[in-house]
């Protein structure tokens, strides 16, 4: 646990010859192995069930399909059965939805950032699994990729406040917010 910042309220009205402490701290939570073993789940973009055309695509995908699963009539082994289910229903989804497409958040990251952020988890994981020393030299990696972070964010704010001073001199208040 980390504490951050810690103040005292020496005008507190309360019933008491103490002072009032207010203190801000923070909680490390460790990642279990099996969580950080699913980072690389892939998701359907579901939202294109909202369209009906695509709805239809996909309900026909789906229900010939599992018709042919009808059709074997494998009641004997109910894994396989189960298998053939899961595989029917991901098909199906890539192939008429297909698969949501990571978010960018941050207007500075962008594919040299991305270049780095595999390496980064692969050592991350390798770690997790094996917190041996040769693990923990690959640490370095993600050491490298931070300060590329770091660096790609000093970069953009840099320019962003340049631009800032930029249309206050020329009085272009519109463009600032």
């Known amino acids: 646990m980390s504490i951050l910042d810690v103040r005292t309220f020496r ?7 103490h002072y ?3 203190a801000e701290a923070r909680k490390k939570l460790v990642v279990s192995k099996q969580a950080a073993q ?3 789940v892939k998701r ?4 294109k069930l909202n369209e009906l055309e695509v709805r239809k695509q996909y309900q026909i995908k789906m229900s010939k399909r599992f018709a042919d699963l009808e059709n074997l009539n ?8 189960l298998k053939n289910i899961k595989q029917n229903t991901k098909t199906s989804a890539k192939g008429s939805l297909g698969l949501n497409k990571l978010k960018q958040h941050q207007p500075w990251f ?3 950032c991305l ?3 595999d390496p980064r988890k692969k050592a991350k994981m390798q770690w997790l699994q094996n917190p041996n020393q040769i693990n923990i030299n690959n ?3 993600r050491r490298k990729a931070s300060r590329q972070f770091q660096n790609k964010k000093k970069e953009y704010l840099k320019a962003e406040i340049y631009e800032l001073e930029t249309h206050s001199k020329i009085k272009k208040y519109k463009r600032l917010g």
Do not use: M, Q
Request: aromatic fraction near 8%; charge should be negative.
């Open 115 to 117: 270049h780095f952020l």
């Open 11 to 17: 005008g507190a009205d309360c019933v008491t010859d």
């Open 74 to 81: 494998d009641s004997k082994n109910i894994k396989r059965a």
């Open 38 to 40: 699913k980072f690389d």
């Open 110 to 112: 962008d594919d040299e």
């Open 20 to 22: 009032l402490v207010v």
């Open 44 to 47: 359907f973009n579901l939202r």
């Open 139 to 141: 640490l370095n990696i």
